[in-house]
């Protein structure tokens, strides 16, 4: 079982501003807990992060055949980027989108995810406990599924 979790722009900073907002793990601490609750459910996990937006369309699309569950925090390109949601239909991979903070209950920009209606689920606002959350989702989506 493979589950692909990928991270958007800035999400390299976590830890090193606006702690108010994003919590003080960085996304190497956020890492490390996916690894280790990933090993107690025996669940293979790759996890990436870039500040490019072809390149997670490149991750996506590659992902095909040996990826399970994608598991998506796609930060800013959440709210701007058809070309993402149209990645996740193209590969028909189970998608979950996830994000640290209550993007609801910020800015009106952040409101909207061009992401979410092609995506399984979304998860936001439970800090780095998010990405946990999106695993364990991951690992339903696949029981169901088999
Ligand atoms: O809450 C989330 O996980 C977000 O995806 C984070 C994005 C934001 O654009 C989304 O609306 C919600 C921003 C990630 C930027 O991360 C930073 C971390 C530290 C310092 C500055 C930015």
Known sequence: MNVLFLNGPNLNLLGQRQ?????KA?????QEQVR???????????FRQTNHEGELIDWIQQS?????????NAAAYTHTSIALRDAIVAVGIPAIEIHLSNIHAREDFRHRSLIAPV?????????????????????????IRV
């Not at 702690?19 to 919590?23: A, I, K, L, N």
């Not at 095909?64 to 998506?72: A, K, S």
């Open 19 to 23: 702690p108010e907002v994003y919590g």
């Open 36 to 46: 280790d609750r990933a090993a107690k459910l025996g669940v293979s996990i790759d």
């Open 64 to 72: 095909r055949g040996n990826v399970n569950v994608i598991v998506l």
């Open 26 to 30: 960085s996304l190497a601490d956020i």
């Open 119 to 143: 995506c399984q689920g979304q998860i936001c606002g439970f800090g780095p406990f998010s990405y946990i959350l999106g695993l364990e989702a991951a690992v339903n989506v696949i029981n």
